[in-house]
Nanobody, 124 residues
Framework: QVQLVESGGGLVQAGGSLRLSCTGS????????MGWFRQAPEKGRELVAT????????LYADSVKGRFTISRDNAKNTVYLQMNSLKPEDAAVYYC?????????????????WGQGTQVTVSS
């Protein structure tokens, strides 16, 4: 079956950096758009960044532009999220997702497969 496994979360001070990784199995990874979403307590799941199968199409949430970078290595079935200049408001559970998005890049329902999530905590 399809599995997406995230890693790299943790506790970091404001201004610090983390690199999240998500490795997929059981799917043709290179044919899927990959996304990173996050969900803070009592908030909805929101798109952080998404990258097309080739890496040629990338979208970031306005709140992370210039601080976060999404990338992928199809040979390793892995997508990354480099997070720099972290802020307390970036704290959330971060999920990676795979989908063949048809309409809206930011709609979680467009993504068919999800990881279990990794916690990011940012101390002020």
């Amino acid at each position: 079956q399809v599995q997406l496994v995230e890693s790299g979360g943790g506790l970091v001070q404001a201004g610090g950096s983390l690199r999240l990784s998500c490795t997929g199995s059981g799917l043709t990874f290179s044919s899927y758009r990959m996304g990173w979403f996050r969900q803070a307590p009592e908030k909805g799941r929101e798109l952080v960044a998404t990258i097309s199968w080739s890496g040629g199409s990338i979208l970031y949430a306005d709140s992370v532009k210039g601080r976060f970078t999404i990338s992928r290595d199809n040979a390793k079935n892995t997508v990354y999220l480099q997070m720099n200049s972290l802020k307390p408001e970036d704290a959330a559970v971060y999920y990676c997702a795979a989908g063949r998005v048809r309409v809206s890049l930011s709609d979680p329902q467009e993504y068919s497969y999800w990881g279990q999530g990794t916690q990011v905590t940012v101390s002020s």
